[in-house]
């Protein structure tokens, strides 16, 4: 399960529930939808040339740093629909330079009501990576409503010693 998140707001609940979120057409926060009768992100499309999506800035603190990342989301209307979350990065430039989508987490938890967990650990960004941003969406051409809520965004400790190789496989010295 996720830990406190490094950034404010990311499930809804502040006095100003968008804040820190740059909200794009197709995209509301709705009282009462969310897990646990909370706030929620709101995803309904019915126009599938249209195409955007939320995104919620964050710097990055250290280059060569692991982030974990993730959050709730529910399909409520829309057939073989496939929500990302993911997180991207740029240099100090501004220039991309990668994402990672976070995957379905199976749960055990039989109240989730229809919602699904999303997480994944970034791997080692690239030390020159300066800008993050936390985004969620839908492929091109979808169409119907999904909710999203509770999102998290924590750096993780990189683990100095990941793996150990050594090309003398059985050798005889």
Request: proline share 5%; with cysteine; aromatic share 10%.
């Amino acid at each position: 399960m996720l830990a406190a998140s490094m950034l404010p707001n990311l499930d809804f609940e502040s006095k100003d529930p968008g804040e820190g979120w740059k909200l794009r057409e197709n995209w509301s926060l709705a009282a009462g939808v969310g897990r646990n009768g909370s706030t929620a992100l709101v995803w309904e499309n019915h126009d599938p040339a249209k195409y955007t999506f939320p995104v919620r800035s964050f710097e990055i603190d250290q280059g060569g740093a692991n982030y974990r990342f993730g959050g709730w989301v529910k399909v409520v209307e829309g057939e073989d629909l496939k929500p990302v979350i993911a997180i991207d990065w740029s240099d100090a430039n501004g220039k991309w330079c990668g994402s990672r989508g976070a995957i379905a987490v199976v749960d055990n938890d039989p109240n989730k009501a229809g919602w699904t967990r999303y997480e994944l650990v970034s791997g080692i960004l690239p030390t020159n990576a300066v800008h993050g941003n936390l985004l969620c969406y839908l492929p091109r051409k979808s169409t119907g409503k999904v909710l999203f809520d509770d999102f998290k965004l924590e750096r993780v400790a990189i683990d100095p010693v990941e793996c150990l190789a050594c090309s003398a496989y059985k050798a005889t010295f």
